[in-house]
């Protein structure tokens, strides 16, 4: 879900930005580690301890065999990352160690972590030094472009989408986050064809509630696409908890473009100073 996270948490453990780490929605957990293991926490702020000991997000360091790592209940965002030098130990599949819950595949059995789970940590290539970084903030409004049939809603529709302050229903999940505040209302009612979708997109059902679809979106849809959650920013969006209020502010396909371009410059100066340490 917070793509950004698990990047910087693979670089301060070493790891390439593909390698499996564990995704921890809403905290609190227990991890017990079974062997020494380079860790880093990346995410949500959930006042994580080791042994006892502060473990400060974006931080890198040694767990020792027989630490315990406690998360809190998460005080600011929604979604821990634990990366572990190495990677964890899982099935490639179709080109990826993620999960896919709906139809159980990949992962750790296809399904949740459970109580009581063992996991195997692959071996690491190198260890860096332990590091720290400043990790980005999650202020602000979220950024989105215009959606194809943007300009089939009228003008005080687009007014009301980007000055209300949306709420995250407790009925969002991976696939689509369902967020409250005024009804929008299409100007036709013309039955679109299936159409691709994907991440970031953000539908307007008959009711009037839109749908921001996440990373397990599904890769076709029918509603109209009033606009598009901007790829910079759609981390920050997955921090959202449920209950909390969101906005969004209208940018340009070149803003777009150009936030991205400036997160990849961000990730490798990471990796540049990390390896240069």
């Given amino acids: ?161 980007f000055e209300a302050n949306w709420k995250v229903t407790p009925q969002s999940n991976r696939m689509g986050f369902r967020i409250a505040g005024p009804v929008l209302s299409s100007l036709t009612d013309r039955e679109l064809k299936s159409h691709a979708v994907f991440p970031g997109v953000i539908q307007v059902p008959k009711g009037g509630a839109p749908i921001v679809l996440m990373a397990d979106a599904h890769t076709t849809g029918g509603y109209p696409r009033i606009a598009t959650v901007i790829a910079a920013d759609q981390w920050r969006l997955a921090q959202v908890p449920p209950g909390a209020s969101i906005r969004f502010s209208l940018c340009t396909r070149t803003d777009a473009a150009l936030a991205w371009t400036q997160q990849q410059t961000y990730l490798q100066e990471i990796r540049s100073s990390l390896h240069a340490n």
């Fill in 1 to 161: 879900m917070n793509r950004l996270a698990l990047m910087i948490g693979n670089a301060l453990v070493g790891n390439n930005e593909a390698a499996a780490a564990l995704e921890l929605c809403l905290p609190p957990a227990v991890i017990r580690f079974d062997a020494m293991c380079f860790i880093a926490l990346t995410g949500s702020d959930c006042a994580a301890r080791l042994e006892g000991a502060t473990l400060r997000n974006g931080c890198s360091v040694v767990a020792d065999a027989g630490m315990t790592l406690e998360l809190s209940h998460a005080t600011r965002g929604a979604r821990a990352y634990l990366c572990v030098a190495g990677g964890i130990d899982v099935p490639l599949v179709m080109g990826s160690r993620s999960t896919d819950l709906q139809t159980q595949m990949g992962g750790y059995s296809g399904r949740m972590i459970r109580r009581g789970d063992v996991l195997q940590v692959r071996p690491a290539d190198s260890l860096p030094r332990p590091a720290s970084i400043a990790l980005p903030s999650t202020d602000g409004p979220i950024r989105a472009v215009a959606g194809p049939e943007f300009e089939e809603f009228a003008p005080e529709t687009r007014a009301a989408f």
